[in-house]
């Protein structure tokens, strides 16, 4: 079993996938565009540039995102993106850039439990927790 979090978006999906693309590394496996996929006569040209679905490869998971109709969207809420990064200080550049343009939560900071540990919303109102272990 495996489970991959998919993640929905109000047209920021590419914006979003390319940044975490840049951020944690792995492989930007698809990147399908509504004008591009089969569904192209179904939805408004304005829809066509947006995502239909979008898969980032990392190690062993992958994150799915996609860009819902703009009726559909609902923001987030009553989860978080737990992400463990071994260096501290590498966690906080990704902390840093995930909060650029949100909100944080909780600043990267030393914890009990870790050397550096975070919470924040992204720009694309994906919220994250940030976790070091040295």
């Known amino acids: 079993m495996k489970l991959n979090p998919h993640l929905c978006f109000n047209g920021q999906c590419k914006e979003a996938f390319e940044l975490y693309h840049e951020l944690f590394g792995g492989q930007l496996k698809s990147m399908l565009t509504y004008g591009k996929s ?54 906080e550049k990704i902390f840093s850039s995930l909060s650029d343009g949100g909100q944080v939560l909780l600043p990267f900071q030393k914890t009990f439990w870790s050397p550096g540990f975070g919470v924040c919303v992204d720009r694309f109102r994906i919220p994250w927790e940030i976790n070091s272990s040295t």
């Open 38 to 91: 089969p569904m192209a006569d179904q939805v408004s040209e304005e829809f066509h540039d947006r995502i239909l679905h979008a898969t980032l490869e990392l190690d062993d998971f992958e994150v799915l995102g996609a860009d819902v109709k703009p009726e559909d969207y609902k923001p987030p809420q009553g989860f978080f993106i737990a992400i463990s990064i071994e260096d501290a200080t590498q966690g």
